[in-house]
């Protein structure tokens, strides 16, 4: 019941972000690395992917389809970090520090727990919360 509802959270929270990435991508684009090619396309790109990997995750018809979301998703979360990284870096280049580090700090941290949020709500792993016999 606690997975089930964290795949619909999760996939709502990523639909969101799917749809901001697409609709709203100024914010996103200030954040991309300057090394990263087509910014735009990029900033696109992961916006379909949130909301495929959304779509995959809430789905109750095919187990496969949830996990192969959810690896998708946990990939995602992987791939942006260098995205999270340079928006650290960025904010605290300014002057007023922008976000500053109650933001940024918890937010480096929380990157690993949300790649296994999206693992584990996805049905890929149990671990470490897997029952001992």
Avoid at 33 to 53: F, I
Avoid at 80 to 96: L, Y
Avoid at 104 to 117: E, K, S, T
């Amino acid at each position: 019941m606690i997975r089930l509802a964290f795949q619909y959270i999760l996939a709502l929270l990523y639909a969101v972000a799917g749809f901001l990435h697409i609709l709203v991508p100024g914010p996103f684009l200030q954040i991309m690395p300057n090394w990263v090619p087509a910014a735009e396309a990029v900033v696109l790109w992961t916006g379909v992917a949130e909301l495929t990997g959304a779509f995959a995750l809430a789905q109750p018809w095919s187990k496969t389809w949830r996990r192969m979301g959810a690896i998708g998703l946990a990939v995602y979360a992987v791939c942006v970090f260098p995205a999270n990284i340079n928006h650290f870096a960025i904010d605290m280049a300014r002057a007023d520090g922008g976000l500053g580090l109650a933001y940024h700090v918890p937010r480096m941290f929380a990157q690993p727990l949300i790649i296994w949020l999206a693992l584990w709500a996805g049905g890929v792993t149990d671990w470490p919360l897997r029952r001992r016999r």
